[in-house]
């Protein structure tokens, strides 16, 4: 229908002028952006193929084709040793304007090279207490800066909840 919201997931790699427009094109009016981080070694260490600045210029390029719903995607309660800082990844995520903010807690899966890693030691997760700490420092930011916590990894700008994630939980049809 006219008012469906129709969401693409994307890596900030992926989004070139020609893509943001093509997507738009075709009636995407939602892209969620798997940013992770603004810091080149978590990024490093996570394996992703983009840089910081990428994910600037891809929201840009979708603002530019006129995307009217942008969400970025972050992780938080990564391993201490990578010495991130989170509130700087805030600080730069609030100043890209997003809609939307989707926070994931890094959890270790077995099975995967992060499993692995953790299962011989060469790295550890974050504490309890720390994975903790960013989630609450987070919530206080983003609430600051007028942001709304809808659901457990959700937060957006009055009016601009996901309506997709919100069918999950209310078991709603989707199409996906």
């Avoid at 457990?152 to 997709?164: D, I, T």
């Amino acid at each position: 229908g006219p008012d469906a919201e129709i969401t693409l997931e994307a890596n900030p790699e992926d989004v070139t002028p020609a893509a943001a427009r093509a997507w738009r094109a075709a009636g995407i009016n939602r892209v969620s952006l798997g940013a992770q981080s603004f810091e080149p070694g978590v990024l490093q260490w996570m394996h992703r193929t983009h840089g910081p600045d990428d994910i600037g210029r891809a929201v840009a390029r979708l603002r530019d084709a006129g995307m009217p719903n942008l969400s970025l995607d972050l992780i938080f309660g990564l391993p201490p040793a990578l010495g991130r800082d989170w509130a700087r990844d805030l600080d730069r995520a609030l100043a890209l304007e997003p809609d939307h903010l989707s926070l994931y807690g890094l959890t270790v899966e077995p099975h995967t090279p992060l499993g692995r890693w953790v299962d011989r030691g060469q790295t550890r997760t974050a504490p309890d207490d720390g994975f903790a700490a960013e989630f609450l420092a987070a919530d206080r930011r983003l609430g600051a800066a007028g942001f709304e916590h809808y659901e457990v990894s959700n937060y957006a700008m009055p009016g601009r909840a996901s309506r997709h994630n919100q069918a999950y939980w209310h078991r709603s049809p989707y199409l996906g």
